[in-house]
């Protein structure tokens, strides 16, 4: 046969005649290697390990085995499993001491992390070959969730766009005379010009259906076959199928130690991968130290991914000092390449000030941009910024939508928020009854926010029978969880006998656990307990430190007991003037009991001039949003004539209904 312009001729084994339509240096020295006539060959099969990788190597036991233990002549590296393509990446790549002689400086990938010209092309046209063969409209590359897929998959291959694939669909059917009625390029065909092609699209057509019918054990077998004969690309598959059950039982520890050999190789995806299992404690313990290194090293090759996770560890100091700065740069550097995720983190970035100056129209527009892909988390944050008018109008109803869109794509923060707007009526009608059965569904997924607004449903009767019993447990359920909102929950209903005893020290002691995290409402009880001695000595100094601490997160309660503490003398020293501008500014924000106290101040001349006729007008004010005090000093003020005309039956009626109101509520 003429070979001399064919770099991947027709071959044939001289033992046992094994054909090979397509010639592959690596799959030809694995197949020599369990070759079963070879192996009765001494002769030959002792010839043949003195070519090669193997004469760089020492077996150190079982020389009849087709994978013996083996040693490099120049370090102290070792394989329990001689592999050819393992030990020359090992000649080429990692000995220290190998000679020049011994290297073949192949490599299957750029330093850049992108695929090579030619591996780009064989990725090109094995994809075009399924789109065919599927019968595919080829415009589905363009598709947001597709371009996903593929830049998770393998991230080191540029998917063409629909122009592109067209052209290259064009080029094939020109070749292959593909315009013919009959379609003579069918899924037969398909596997007989992939029977013994090296490259994982074909592994991955099984897997994904492309091409053929769909087959995880048969994408599990080939991945096994080519990793057996050396194609990091199939170790790398073959360790993403053990991670996830993919043709096989599930073992993670299988599937790091896979990832861990493929990235040995220095394959990109597979450093990805093996970060992620040392990050999330994947068939090994956590260590986020090495996960950064990980990522830091594939991001170093142009691994997006690892760009965007190397972001992450900054921004957060994880495995790594805390360096925002440096996380808005490289959220940057992947967002400028489409990187989804990065553009999303770029927005919140720009949302919260995060090593760059806060800017809410920026933030919108990455967030805009990246939902117009399909990226759900930026789907949901656009939605919230429609919601709450971060850089653009608020507009309830595509908050909505838009929150109803990403629900249906599985984003439990946006089932949440959907309960959400169906209990207050925000972009939509009100229906307290469907706002119960979504945050049912999101806490049943284990939202922790959802099981912590079921609770206040059953609380309070809120599109469900009112169940305070159920309401404590699901208080307790997501304060184990660490919800803050729901450990001060937790202890004000222990404060208060709400579905459990009253219990006033561990009402204390779960205040103490919030207001430690700075929870304002906690910060405001826990006072309250030390002004009163509730489930601990009595401290009036203490109280008044947290009263003020809590008002300044803008506790409005605080706001109004820092007055009663100012007028009455309470922690600190009395100060009337203090007392009256601390009720002023709760007042202002709607606090009813300051509009009393504040009407206190005018009828007497507390920190103020007096002015019976404001004090009336605030007591109204107050009594007209129930408060019993102001309803009883209204009826004072009609009957002696303070701030308004003397009238008795006006007194006598308010009196009558404040009657009322005591023995309702006794």
């Avoid at 190789?265 to 994947?282: A, K, P, R, V």
Wanted: charged share 25%; with cysteine; glycine share 8%.
């Amino acid at each position: 046969m003429n070979i001399n312009n064919d770099p991947h001729p027709h071959v044939q084994c001289k033992y046992c005649s094994k054909d090979y339509r397509r010639a592959v240096p690596q799959r030809m020295q694995a197949h020599l290697d369990k070759c079963s006539e070879l192996q009765n060959n001494t002769c030959s099969q002792s010839g043949l390990r003195k070519s090669g990788a193997w004469k760089h190597f020492i077996i150190t036991d079982n020389h009849k085995s087709s994978h013996p233990r083996v040693k490099c002549k120049y370090c102290p590296k070792e394989y329990q499993r001689a592999v050819p393509a393992r030990m020359q990446d090992h000649l080429d790549t990692k000995c220290p001491l190998a000679p020049s002689a011994a290297k073949l400086q192949y490599s299957k990938q750029n330093s850049n992390g992108n695929a090579s010209e030619n591996e780009q092309k064989s990725l090109e046209i094995s994809l075009v070959k399924a789109i065919y063969s599927a019968n595919m409209d080829h415009s589905f590359v363009d598709n947001p969730q597709v371009i996903e897929f593929f830049s998770q998959l393998q991230p080191s291959f540029r998917l063409p766009n629909k122009e592109e694939i067209k052209k290259l669909l064009d080029d094939t059917s020109q070749s292959r005379s593909l315009n013919n009625t009959h379609n003579p390029y069918n899924r037969e065909q398909f596997e007989i010009e992939t029977e013994n092609n090296d490259n994982t699209m074909h592994n991955l057509g099984y897997q994904h259906g492309i091409g053929t019918e769909k087959n995880e054990i048969k994408t599990f077998e080939l991945f096994k076959k080519a990793a057996e004969e050396g194609d990091v690309n199939s170790i790398f598959g073959l360790g993403y199928c053990y991670q996830n059950g993919i043709g096989t039982e599930r073992n993670k520890t299988k599937a790091f130690e896979l990832y861990r050999e493929a990235a040995e190789q220095g394959h990109i995806d597979s450093m990805y991968n093996l970060g992620e299992c040392y990050y999330y404690g994947i068939g090994i313990e956590k260590n986020k130290i090495e996960a950064f290194e990980l990522y830091s090293k594939a991001a170093g090759k142009g691994h997006f991914n690892s760009v965007h996770n190397l972001g992450y560890c900054f921004q957060h100091g994880i495995g790594t000092e805390k360096n925002e700065a440096k996380a808005f740069e490289l959220y940057s550097k992947a967002a400028e390449k489409g990187h989804l995720d990065s553009l999303h983190s770029l927005g919140y970035c720009y949302q919260h000030g995060i090593g760059t100056g806060k800017d809410d129209i920026k933030a919108f527009k990455l967030y805009q941009e990246a939902a117009e892909k399909g990226h759900i988390n930026s789907i949901y944050d656009l939605g919230y910024c429609y919601q709450r008018g971060i850089g653009t109008d608020i507009n309830v109803i595509k908050a909505f939508k838009l929150y109803r869109e990403s629900t249906k794509k599985g984003h439990l923060d946006s089932l949440h928020n959907l309960g959400y707007c169906y209990q207050h009526g925000i972009g939509t009608e009100k229906n307290t009854i469907k706002a119960f059965d979504l945050y049912m569904e999101a806490a049943e997924k284990g939202h922790i926010i959802s099981i912590y607004d079921l609770g206040y449903c059953y609380q309070h009767g809120i599109g469900v029978e009112k169940d305070e019993t159920k309401a404590f447990k699901l208080y307790k359920e997501a304060a184990e969880k660490g919800h803050v909102n729901s450990i001060y929950d937790l202890g004000y209903c222990y404060q208060n006998g709400i579905g459990t005893e009253i219990n006033e020290i561990k009402a204390f002691e779960l205040y103490k656990e919030a207001a430690e995290r700075d929870h304002k409402d906690s910060l405001h009880n826990l006072g309250y307990c030390f002004q009163h001695g509730i489930g601990t000595v009595k401290n009036e100094i203490k109280a008044f430190e947290l009263f003020k601490k809590a008002a300044e997160k803008g506790n409005i309660d605080s706001i109004q007991q820092l007055g009663y503490c100012f007028q009455y003398g309470i922690g600190t020293k009395k100060n009337e003037i203090k007392a009256f501008e601390f009720y002023k500014e709760a007042a202002e924000r709607g606090h009813i009991d300051s509009l009393h106290n504040l009407g206190y101040c005018f009828q007497h001349g507390i920190g103020t001039v007096k002015n019976e006729i404001e004090a009336f007008e605030l007591f109204k004010k107050a009594a007209e949003k129930g408060n019993i005090d102001s309803i009883k000093e209204l009826g004072y003020c009609y009957q002696i004539g303070i701030g308004i005309e003397r009238n008795e039956i006006k007194a006598s009626e308010l009196y009558t209904s404040l009657s009322l109101t005591t023995e309702i509520g006794s």
